[in-house]
């Protein structure tokens, strides 16, 4: 992927489109063999229609929203204003951070993001 990302990138910094060959396989053939193993979502007894079903009813009581304690209330119309928090972690905090997602079978990512 990132050999295909500097490709494109070269190429379209001088004006140019990437010259990429066609692929055998383009996304419509995936979807028709989709189609063909998973079967068509107005048959009721299709592979696709049973797992919509199991899926919404899976679902069904998922709250739209998830309410988490906050400090301060939802605003009635999101803004969409995001922000960046800085920080730095010391050696040793992010060496027993390495550990612990080395333990879980994580990744640091997995790790702080859960945090």
Known sequence: MLRDVMVAYAARSTGDAPGWASLDVQYADYSLWQRDILGSEEDPTSVISQQIDYWT?????????????????????????????RMQLD?????????????RNATLFMVLHSA
């Open 57 to 85: 009813g899976a679902l069904d009581e998922v709250p739209d929203v998830l309410e988490l304690p906050a400090d301060r209330a939802r605003p009635a119309v999101a803004s969409y204003r995001g922000a960046t928090h």
């Open 91 to 103: 050696a040793s905090t992010h060496r027993n951070l390495l550990a612990l997602a080395r333990s």
